[in-house]
């Protein structure tokens, strides 16, 4: 089992950064995909950013790509989320989630969730 912990959330304005981080306690970190999802009020939770074991295969939401980058230190046990030129859509709760395939695209296939961490954009 994993539990997931996030952090790094705020309030920002449009055109900041945030870091978000996500803390993993269990065993064989390594060998979960890991994803960040986000969903805003009203709205169906999305995949934002996927990363493989290794790190050697990523994925992006087409809105995020160019502005996020998802990584992971396998030693740390730890998932990131570089969020650059933040807008006021990108404002959501996110969450991470850890998946036993390499890469996972589809909630269905995550059995790990944190708590979320909550970020508003303001305008």
């Keep these: 089992q994993l ?6 959330g705020g309030l920002v304005q449009a055109g900041d950064s ?7 306690s269990g065993r064989n970190f390594g ?3 890991m994803g960040w999802f986000r ?3 009203g709205k169906e939770r999305e995949l934002v950013a996927a990363i493989s074991w290794t790190s050697s295969s990523i994925y992006y939401t087409d809105s995020v790509k ?7 230190d396998n030693a740390k046990n730890t998932v990131y989320l ?3 030129s933040l807008k006021p859509e990108d404002t959501a709760v996110y969450s991470c989630a850890a998946s036993p395939n390499s890469l ?3 909630a269905r296939e995550y ?3 944190g708590q979320g961490t909550q970020v508003f954009v303001s305008s």
């Design 31 to 33: 060998r979960f995909g």
């Design 104 to 106: 996972a695209i589809g």
């Design 111 to 113: 059995e790990y969730w």
């Design 18 to 24: 945030l870091r978000l981080s996500c803390a993993a």
């Design 82 to 84: 570089q969020m650059n």
């Design 39 to 41: 969903q805003a009020p």
């Design 3 to 8: 539990q997931l912990v996030e952090s790094g």
């Design 66 to 72: 160019d502005r996020f980058t998802i990584s992971r």
